[in-house]
């Protein structure tokens, strides 16, 4: 699979051709053997199968770096390691469940004011401009503020903490990353850490309705998360919380706009809007790649995968196999995708998922009332350079 300008512009072909051509694609470029998965029945199964492991993806963002640079980006490698996203059984479950504490529909349904509070903001001050660009005016600020409102992190310091996270993305999710990218992506995460340390005593002391109250308190069997588990899990939620959202939101406006047929029959009927959202997430995944790494030597699937060798499943192919969603390339709001994994699947499946799918509503429903002229200015909007999160680096809209 290369990486072109064209791939990034729409990878959707080169997927299909994928899928057609064999069940596992191997690639030796970069760091070692890596096996890209492409059809729905074998993403869903390797994302359930424990012989495909999360947790020895953390080492991999620093082994792509030479023996002799590895050493400087230690910090980094011991703080990932303790997000839940790289945990594996037995160690994964408790911790999710201590975290899932901060993510249920009860609490997320009672957030929903506040969540359309900063909505209305954004798009009244859109709506007095005239035109936006899109992606810095509401597509960003808007799940940056809501992810900042759970970990009660001042809202005047959300840009900063966006800014780090950018470069954490964008290190981890390069194919080729450089030094200079790693030592970024180092300096936020670590920044982050020494925010949220000096929050926990106060948070220990105080409890609010924030999500750190709840996790530094949080029982599970008896246990609770370890100050380094919450620190850690804090920064993957402002990692994580407002990225899937920046692009759901952006790739779906952009999907309705370029079928205007699918546009209507939203405005026309906005009952149709949960599953409008979830085809909007299968047809253009913000999330395109999940990595495993084999544990064992093992066949899979007519191919011997080796001990170590990176495991990459393609959702943004798999949520496009016609196996699993008829006349995939179609983009229609009344499919309603049940099963679609532009979230991930299985054990590891988005904590916020049901927090992005509320933000979207929201912002869907805000934006089609106000804008009934709504249309994009440019044909081909430039992309963001990053394979595995599909995004807009510009979206501008006029109305």
Not at 296 to 315: C, H, K, P, S
Request: glycine share 6%; hydrophobic share 40%.
């Amino acid at each position: 699979m290369r990486i072109t300008p064209e791939f990034m512009r729409n990878p959707y072909p080169t997927y299909a051709d994928m899928r057609a051509a064999a069940p596992l694609h191997l690639s030796d470029a970069n760091t070692g053997r890596t096996w890209f998965v492409p059809r729905y029945r074998d993403v869903v199964d390797v994302l359930r199968d424990d012989r495909f492991s999360t947790s020895l993806k953390a080492p991999g963002f620093i082994n792509q770096f030479p023996p002799e640079a590895r050493p400087e980006f230690e910090p980094f490698n011991t703080s990932v390691a303790g997000w839940i996203v790289l945990q594996d059984p037995p160690h994964h479950r408790p911790l999710r469940q201590l975290m899932n504490k901060g993510f249920t529909r009860r609490l997320i349904s009672t957030m929903r004011p506040k969540v359309t509070a900063v909505a209305t903001r954004l798009v009244d001050a859109m709506e007095r401009q005239g035109s936006t660009e899109f992606m810095a005016d509401f597509a960003q600020p808007f799940p940056a503020a809501v992810i900042a409102e759970m970990l009660g992190v001042p809202p005047a310091d959300m840009q900063t903490f966006v800014t780090w996270s950018d470069s954490i993305l964008h290190f981890t999710g390069s194919l080729k990353p450089t030094l200079e990218e790693a030592r970024a992506a180092q300096h936020g995460l670590l920044s982050m850490g020494e925010f949220f340390r000096t929050v926990l005593p106060e948070r220990r002391a105080h409890p609010g309705d924030d999500v750190i109250s709840l996790l530094v308190g949080a029982r599970e069997g008896g246990d609770r998360l370890t100050d380094e588990q919450v620190l850690a899990n804090c920064a993957q939620l402002i990692v994580a919380g407002h990225e899937t959202t920046r692009n759901l939101v952006a790739n779906g406006l952009w999907a309705l706009l370029a079928h205007p047929d699918e546009l209507a029959k939203l405005r026309a009927d906005e009952t149709l809007m949960t599953s409008a959202i979830r085809e909007m997430m299968r047809f253009d995944s913000p999330l395109q790649f999940i990595r495993r790494v084999a544990r064992e030597d093992f066949d899979y699937a007519g191919q011997r995968i080796l001990r170590n060798d990176g495991v990459v499943t393609v959702l943004g192919a798999a949520n496009r196999d016609p196996e699993m969603f008829p006349d995939p390339d179609r983009f229609d709001v009344t499919r309603n995708p049940i099963g679609h994994v532009a979230l991930g699947y299985g054990a590891h499946v988005c904590l916020g998922a049901a927090l992005a799918e509320m933000e979207s509503e929201v912002a869907f429903q805000l934006i089609l009332h106000r804008f009934p002229g709504l249309r994009a200015v440019d044909e081909e909007p430039a992309r963001v350079p990053n394979p595995m999160l599909r995004g807009f680096a510009e979206l501008h809209l006029t109305w």
